[in-house]
């Protein structure tokens, strides 16, 4: 019994000692990647990509970057924040004019209390008591009265309890005046109340919001549907937006079970459709990031692409132009992120002018180069263990031999 005993341990010794070699001989693998430098200020940032955060740790804690010479160059990760604080200015409108040309319909605005100063907006606020309509509008600025300038074409829509009574602008407008223009209103709609509203923002910064159109496949099953999204290992999630030509209202779930009713639909000939869904900074860990579509009895749907929105990092150090600095990274637990004095003064550095960087192809460079360690003394101890071991043994099978012949 104590024979046994005594080979299974060697036994693992033995195993211990070629898995401790082997993980030597074998370290993590390295990626890396060229920066290209310019501009002439001092501090350059480069933007993160999701290629560099699939292959790192998912703490960036891997990064390396390193000058001409080989010599690690400090650096510190700035994450892009945003305040919530917002401040808001709201104009009431009035009705001054209304009519019917060539089978548009037309409704004029004035700003009702006209300030001493700019009018400033970025939205223009309608609401009504009408349901079940789908408009496509159009609509028009101006400062007199008589002179009319395009401002942008949009779609309003209030079908059960899903409405969009808003106008977003791509750019704040200083009009007094606004005209809307319906395509058709055989309905007679008409709106209670509209406003202009300016939204401020009190941000220093905003979240660096980037956008991919990442690889999928879709798979059906149990009257459900399967979103297979690729290369989103470790991304902070902002929000992922599905296209589609199909017609359909279905409930999209995430994998860390979050749901929202998504819907692409057409009401009189106007589309309206809501397909984005908000992933709350999910981070995923897995190669595949599943979202599933409730199909119910219904055929699945089409989808034609999904884009993904993610918030990034950039990592800031000191860099001139014309000189070559490459990123090193690779997937490795052992490691931990540096500490550099450059991160103690680093919201100095971001209120100064800053350059920003590329990056160059990602280079796979095959195995690290492993820590030269003499592992010498660990293999002549466990040869010395082992043969105590064995020639326990063997001096126990001739004492039962000797007591035999006895």
Known sequence: MRTKAISCLSLLILITMVTVLTAAANPAATFTASLEITGGNRYKALRLTPEVYYSANSDLSDLLLRDSGGEPVPYFIHTGYQTDSTSRETHAMALINDYVKDDRFYFDYQVAVPPAGDVIASSIVFSTHANNFAKEVTLYGSYDNQHWQYVQADRLYSIDDRAKLSISFTQPQKYTYYRLELANNLEQISFETVTLVYDVASTEEEYFVESIRPGFTTRSHDKKTDILIEGLQNLRLCDVTIYSDSMFMRTAITPYGDRKEIYSLVFDGVPYADTTMDLHRDTPQ?????????????????????????????IVFEGVAGESYTLEFGRDPAKTAPVYDIARYGTEILKGEIDSVTMGEIIYTGAASAPERDYRTVFNIVIVVVALLLGAVILRKLRRKGEETE
């Open 286 to 314: 897995d190669a595949v990031y599943t979202i599933t579509i409730d199909d119910g009895d219904d055929k699945p749907i089409h989808i034609e692409t999904i884009t993904v929105q993610y918030y990034a990092d950039e």
